[in-house]
């Protein structure tokens, strides 16, 4: 008997589709959300010296190392110009951890929340798994980006709605909201008590000098947002599954009494690694950007004539297979036979934007290795 949690609650793909990729070296790995680029030196050298640190080995603190709260605090104060403390800070195993976190503490069975259609599917489900009902705003193609349907976003809110919840840039289709757009979202949490829980797992990874901006240092904002951090992508530290929420003190006691219930204590011996990493200098962050830029650009520049929408952002973009005659799985499971690609089939990922579609990440993969991707393509679609 299934539980009615997971009736409507399907499996990734990803880990299937590496299972079948196995370890042939041949196959171009663009199925998960992984990068070869080393994390800092500091962090791994860190997370050395933590080994042989008893209090390293500790359940306690239970939400986060003193250290580590204050740095965080003091990193997501610079992003927002808005002051946080290490009270308003709360250390987990991971982003996806901090993402349920908020979502337990903010949203009662039946309550609505709102994503951008397609998203990340370990948001959607997670709301699904909260009790919570997503709403689905898409995502349009617009002069060869991706927008916001800002129209549809207004239509969607109803008495019943609790939350937006945005990752920016977006994953999968490396998405980036402009200032309009974020001023609709803000002008819309204001009107009607909505919270805002942003994942900012990406933030900072922007392409063609876009400029940066986070949605708490938008008037009014700072009391609704809740931002969910990490080290995995920027920093490159996906394996010591550290991140942080940070929000207004008041529902941050309670997401701090979640957190506690749900997994206790955030890793130990991985705590150390992320303070030196959030400490290290901006031009580590900014290096490796600028690296992705360049492998981003090298998958535009092969598909350059495919039904492809480059990405403003992140690690990923989408590739629409429904216009070369396929769904998204089988799409797939051709990359992989006819082009040795391993790539991920987005049913699931979104309602409008959903079947039509496959991932390409580009962060595991160096430039030389994509400049094969064409032909990989052509052979197989």
């Given at each position: 008997?299934?539980?009615?949690r997971?009736?409507?609650?399907?499996?990734?793909?990803?880990?299937?589709?590496?299972?079948?990729?196995?370890d042939d070296?041949?196959v171009?790995?663009?199925?998960?959300?992984?990068?070869?680029l080393?994390?800092?030196?500091v962090a791994i050298e860190a997370?050395?010296a933590?080994?042989?640190?008893d209090?390293?080995n500790s359940?306690?603190p239970?939400?986060g190392t003193h250290?580590?709260?204050?740095?965080?605090?003091?990193h997501v104060?610079?992003q927002?110009?808005h002051?946080?403390?290490?009270d308003q800070t709360?250390i987990t195993c991971g982003g996806t951890?901090g993402?349920?976190?908020?979502?337990?503490?903010?949203?009662?069975?039946g309550?609505?929340?709102i994503?951008t259609?397609?998203?990340y599917?370990g948001?959607?489900y997670?709301i699904?798994?909260?009790?919570?009902?997503?709403?689905?705003v898409?995502?349009?193609?617009?002069?060869?980006?991706?927008?916001?349907?800002v129209d549809e976003l207004?239509?969607?809110?109803s008495l019943?709605?609790?939350?937006?919840?945005?990752?920016?840039p977006s994953?999968?289709?490396g998405?980036?909201?402009?200032?309009?757009?974020w001023?609709t979202i803000?002008?819309l949490?204001?009107?009607?008590n909505?919270?805002?829980i942003y994942n900012?797992?990406?933030?900072?990874i922007?392409?063609?000098?876009?400029p940066?901006?986070h949605?708490?240092s938008?008037?009014?904002m700072?009391e609704?947002t809740?931002?969910?951090?990490?080290v995995?992508?920027?920093?490159?530290m996906?394996?010591?599954?550290v991140?942080?929420?940070?929000?207004?003190q008041?529902?941050m006691n309670?997401?701090?009494k979640?957190?506690i219930y749900n997994?206790v204590t955030p890793a130990?011996?991985s705590q150390?690694?992320?303070?030196?990493a959030l400490?290290s200098p901006e031009?580590?962050?900014a290096?490796a950007?600028?690296e992705w830029e360049r492998?981003?650009?090298t998958v535009?520049k092969q598909?350059h004539?495919?039904?492809?929408i480059?990405?403003?952002g992140?690690?990923s973009?989408l590739?629409?297979?429904?216009?070369?005659?396929h769904?998204?799985?089988?799409?797939?499971q051709?990359?992989l036979?006819?082009?040795?690609v391993a790539?991920?089939?987005?049913?699931?990922w979104?309602?409008?934007?959903?079947?039509?579609?496959?991932?390409?990440?580009?962060s595991n993969?160096p430039v030389?290795r994509?400049?094969t991707?064409?032909?990989?393509?052509l052979?197989?679609?």
């Amino acid at each position: 008997m299934t539980n009615q949690r997971l009736e409507n609650i399907p499996g990734f793909s990803i880990d299937r589709v590496a299972a079948q990729a196995g370890d042939d070296p041949e196959v171009l790995r663009l199925e998960n959300l992984d990068t070869d680029l080393r994390p800092p030196a500091v962090a791994i050298e860190a997370t050395r010296a933590a080994l042989d640190e008893d209090d390293a080995n500790s359940y306690l603190p239970f939400t986060g190392t003193h250290d580590l709260c204050e740095i965080v605090a003091q990193h997501v104060s610079r992003q927002t110009n808005h002051p946080y403390t290490s009270d308003q800070t709360i250390i987990t195993c991971g982003g996806t951890e901090g993402m349920f976190n908020a979502l337990l503490a903010t949203i009662d069975a039946g309550d609505e929340v709102i994503v951008t259609d397609p998203t990340y599917a370990g948001m959607i489900y997670r709301i699904r798994l909260a009790g919570g009902i997503p709403k689905l705003v898409p995502f349009v193609e617009k002069y060869g980006q991706w927008r916001l349907d800002v129209d549809e976003l207004r239509e969607c809110i109803s008495l019943q709605t609790k939350a937006m919840f945005i990752m920016n840039p977006s994953m999968p289709s490396g998405a980036v909201l402009n200032q309009a757009e974020w001023e609709t979202i803000a002008e819309l949490c204001q009107q009607h008590n909505l919270w805002l829980i942003y994942n900012a797992a990406m933030e900072r990874i922007l392409f063609a000098d876009r400029p940066y901006l986070h949605p708490a240092s938008i008037d009014g904002m700072a009391e609704r947002t809740i931002t969910i951090g990490s080290v995995s992508k920027e920093y490159r530290m996906i394996g010591w599954r550290v991140g942080w929420v940070v929000g207004p003190q008041p529902i941050m006691n309670d997401i701090a009494k979640v957190s506690i219930y749900n997994v206790v204590t955030p890793a130990g011996i991985s705590q150390g690694g992320a303070a030196a990493a959030l400490q290290s200098p901006e031009s580590d962050v900014a290096e490796a950007v600028a690296e992705w830029e360049r492998r981003h650009d090298t998958v535009v520049k092969q598909l350059h004539d495919l039904p492809v929408i480059p990405a403003a952002g992140g690690w990923s973009l989408l590739i629409n297979v429904k216009e070369m005659g396929h769904d998204s799985f089988t799409a797939s499971q051709r990359l992989l036979e006819h082009g040795k690609v391993a790539a991920t089939p987005m049913r699931d990922w979104g309602q409008v934007n959903s079947d039509q579609f496959v991932r390409f990440v580009f962060s595991n993969e160096p430039v030389e290795r994509l400049s094969t991707l064409r032909d990989r393509v052509l052979q197989s679609l």
